[in-house]
C-alpha cells in the first residue's frame, strides 16, 4: 500500500510547472532566447573562479580517501570554524563552530531549525507573500500555519494583524528578507518592532518564540538598501542560509544553520540537528562542496547584472501603470496584475512570449512575480512584448 | 522551547563513539598508525581515478550555470538514463529511468522508502542484528519497529521468528545483503523463502507488502560467492543503493532508489519521493555529483583489499577459537565475544590498542563487529595484538 499523502500531493498542478512546460514548448518553436521566461530563480552569474580553481585543486592534491570520506553529521569542523569567523567578522556577532550546522541548502536549513524549535501540533507564523516551500517544511515538521497577510502597500510585516494572530500556540516565527518573492529588504524598523513583539509575546506566553530567519538573498542588495542581519536583533534567533543564490551554485546543495550565541541553548540546537537529520535521512552535504565553499564564503558571484535588470524593469512596469513596490534586492519583482485574476493575466502574456508566475500560490493573490535573473539583454529584448501584451490586452488602461 | 524528543537523543552515549574518542586519544599518544581502528566503515581504497578525471573535466569545460544549477528533484534525467541501462545490463531488469530517484546515499533512500510505502503507525520489519540507524529511519517515518531474532549460527533469516512475527500491520520489510554487520550475504534460498513469505502473506492480509532492499555493499563480495540481486525475486522491492562503499565516496552522498518496474506503482512511488522530499528537506544530491558518479556507473574501486583483509581475520580468530560466520562480502565480520559482555569484551581489547564494536546496539548481544577497511599491512601488524588480548584476558580458553 502506498503513502496516500503523498499520492494526493502528486495530483496537485503547479501552475509554475505548467508555465515552464509552456515555456520549454515555445522555446522549441521559436528558440529559447526568444521565450522571456521570468518563471525561474536560477542564478544566471557564474560561480566565483576560485570556487572552480578550490574544487580542482582538492581533487588534484588531496587524498582521495580523505577528501570523499564521511563528514562529520554536523559537518566538517575546518568549513565551520571558517564560517564562523567570516560571520563574526562581517556582521559582529559571536558564533562559535558548534552554533552551526552544515545542511543541503536553505531547504533543509529550515526544515531543521523547524523540528528543532517545536514540537508536533505546535504553530508556525510566516508572512504573506511567501515562498510556498514553506508549506511542506512546516507541515512536514508536523506544525500548523498561521499566515499574516499581507501589507500590499510596502511589503514589510502587517504588524497590526500579526499581534491579533499571534497566539500561545506559535513558537517560531518564519521570516524572508530579502524577500521572495517581493524583492523588499526588510527595514531595520521592521525588525526592531519585529523583535519587540516577538520579546512582549515570549514574556506574556512563559517561553522564547524562536525566530527562524531565512537568509539565502542575504548578500543580493541594492544600492542605497541596508539589510540588517537579523540575528543581532533578536536573540533567540536561527539564520537558515544558501549559497544557492549567493555563489550561484543551486545545485550543489549546500547552506548551514546559525544558531545566535545570544540563545544559551545555541549550541545544544545546532547539536540537536544531528539527531533529527538521523530520521529524515538528510545527513551531510558533499565533503568536497563543503571544503570548496569555505574557501569563498567571503565571495559572491557578480550580482551587479540583477540590480542592473531590476532597475529597467522596475521604470518600464511603473511606465506602464503597473502598481509595484521596487525592490531592495533578491531577482524578484512583484507587481500587481492587470485583473484581478493573476492566473488568467499570467496566461495571456504566454501569447507574447513571456512567462511571468501568478502569485495565488504566493498567498497574495492579484500580484504575479518575474524572476530575473536572465541576460539583461534578454530583459531588454522582453520590454517591447512586455508592451505590446499590456497595450493589446489591457487598452483601456 | 526545544523539542525534547531530540534534546533526549543528544544525552544518550553512544558506545561507538566513545571507543573512537578512546582510539583518537591513544592515537595522540602512540601515533595512530599504531592504533588498530576496526571501528568504522570507512572505506580504505580510493575512488577510481575516471571519477576524478570526470569531476575535473566538468569543472574545466562545462557552463558553470548549467553545471551547478538546479538538478531536478527527481534527479537528472540523463543520469537516471545511464544508472536505469547499467541495472538492466547488469541484472536483467526493466527499470525505466522514471522508477528512480537519485538520493543523499542509502540514509535518505531508506528513509524515502519507508515513507513512500507505510502511513504513520504501520510496522516495518527488520532482522537482527541490524545497522543501528534503521531505528531513527523507521521512527522518522512514524511506523514501529519489529525485530525478528537473529539466526546466530548462519546469519541467514531466522524464518520460524520471521513468520511468527508478521502480521497486518507490517507494511514493509527492510533487509541488508550483503549485511552489516556480519558480512553475511543472503543466498538464493533465503532471498526466494523471503519472497514466497512475503507473497504468501500479502495474498492472506489482502495487500502487497514491500520489500525494501539496502544495498550498499551489493558490489564488495567474496569469492564463490553469488549476491542474488533481491528486486529478480519479488516484484514489490524497492532497491536502495549508495555509492559510498564501492567507490569509496560516503562523504559526497550519493545513492539512488529503483523501483521494480514489476510493480504496477513503481513509477508513482518513485515520484513520489520527491514530494516526501519537500517536507524533509532533502532535495536533491548534489549535481556535479551525480554527473560525475553516471560517467562510473559500472566501475568499482579496487576492492580486493577487503578479501584480503577478511581472510586474514577470519583464519586469525577461527584459529583462536572464536566462534565466527566467514562473511562473503562487505568489510565487516561479527564474530561472537569471548564473554557475555561484548562491552567489557571490547573495553578490554582497548588496553591492547584494538578498537573492536560491542554489538548490542545491532540488537544482538555478546557479538562485536569488525570493519577491516584499513590496509592489509596494518591488519597483519594487529594480528599480534589480538592473540596477546585473548591470551592475557582470556587465558583458560
Redesign the interface.
Known amino acids: 500500500?502506498?503513502?496516500?499523502?503523498?499520492?494526493e500531493?502528486?495530483k496537485k498542478k503547479s501552475v509554475i510547472r505548467e508555465l515552464s512546460e509552456a515555456a520549454t514548448e515555445r522555446g522549441k518553436e521559436i528558440g529559447y532566447e526568444n521565450v522571456f521566461d521570468y518563471s525561474?530563480g536560477?542564478?544566471?552569474?557564474?560561480?566565483p573562479q576560485r570556487f572552480?580553481d578550490t574544487?580542482?585543486e582538492l581533487?588534484?592534491t588531496k587524498?582521495?580517501?580523505e577528501?570523499?570520506?564521511?563528514?562529520p553529521s554536523l559537518g566538517i569542523p575546518s568549513v565551520k570554524e571558517k564560517l564562523a569567523k567570516s560571520l563574526n567578522e562581517r556582521f559582529g556577532m559571536d558564533y562559535k563552530p558548534s552554533d552551526l550546522f552544515m545542511?543541503?541548502?536553505a531547504?533543509?536549513?529550515?526544515?531543521?531549525a523547524l523540528?528543532?524549535?517545536?514540537?508536533p501540533g505546535d504553530e508556525v507564523m510566516i508572512f504573506a507573500p511567501y515562498f510556498p516551500?514553506y508549506i511542506?517544511?512546516v507541515?512536514?515538521?508536523g506544525c500548523k500555519i498561521v499566515v499574516v497577510p499581507a501589507d500590499t502597500e510596502t511589503f514589510q510585516i502587517n504588524f497590526g494583524k500579526m499581534k491579533e494572530l499571534i497566539n500561545p500556540n506559535v513558537?517560531a516565527v518564519l521570516i524572508n528578507t530579502p524577500n521572495n518573492p517581493t524583492g523588499v529588504v526588510y527595514s531595520e524598523e521592521t525588525i526592531k518592532t519585529l523583535a519587540d513583539i516577538l520579546r512582549a509575546k515570549s514574556r506574556e506566553f512563559g517561553?522564547?518564540i524562536y525566530l527562524i530567519s531565512d537568509e539565502p538573498y542575504r548578500e543580493i542588495v541594492f544600492e542605497g538598501v541596508v539589510a540588517p542581519y537579523v540575528s543581532k536583533y533578536y536573540d533567540h534567533s536561527i539564520s537558515c542560509y544558501s549559497y544557492s543564490k549567493s555563489l550561484?551554485?543551486?545545485?550543489?546543495?549546500?547552506g548551514y544553520i546559525a544558531v545566535n550565541p545570544a540563545d544559551p541553548?545555541s549550541t545544544?540546537?545546532a547539536?540537536?540537528c544531528g539527531?533529527?537529520s538521523?530520521?529524515?535521512?538528510?545527513?551531510?552535504?558533499?565533503?568536497?562542496?563543503q571544503l570548496a565553499v569555505a574557501e569563498v564564503c567571503d565571495m559572491t558571484s557578480d550580482l551587479s547584472v540583477y540590480e542592473t535588470n531590476m532597475n529597467i524593469l522596475y521604470n518600464e512596469l511603473v511606465s506602464l501603470g503597473f502598481k509595484v513596490v521596487k525592490p531592495g534586492g533578491t531577482f524578484y519583482i512583484y507587481p500587481q496584475a492587470l485583473e484581478d485574476d493573476a492566473v488568467a493575466f499570467c496566461k495571456k502574456a504566454l501569447k507574447y512570449d513571456l512567462v511571468l508566475v501568478p502569485a495565488d500560490s504566493f498567498a497574495c493573490p492579484g500580484y504575479f512575480r518575474m524572476a530575473y535573473c536572465i541576460d539583461t539583454e534578454k530583459v531588454k529584448r522582453s520590454i517591447a512584448a512586455l508592451r505590446k501584451f499590456v497595450e493589446t490586452e489591457y487598452p483601456s488602461r
Do not use: W
Open positions: 500500500m502506498i503513502n496516500e499523502t503523498y499520492r500531493m502528486l525561474l536560477n542564478p544566471s552569474v557564474p560561480v572552480t574544487m580542482i581533487l588534484e587524498n582521495p580517501m577528501l570523499h570520506g564521511y563528514s545542511t543541503s541548502a531547504a533543509s536549513a529550515i526544515a531543521h523540528r528543532a524549535v517545536t514540537e516551500e511542506p517544511y507541515t512536514g515538521a513558537k517561553f522564547d550561484s551554485l543551486p545545485g550543489e546543495r549546500i541553548e545544544t540546537i547539536t540537536m539527531q533529527i538521523r530520521g529524515t535521512g538528510h545527513n551531510c552535504p558533499s565533503s568536497i562542496i
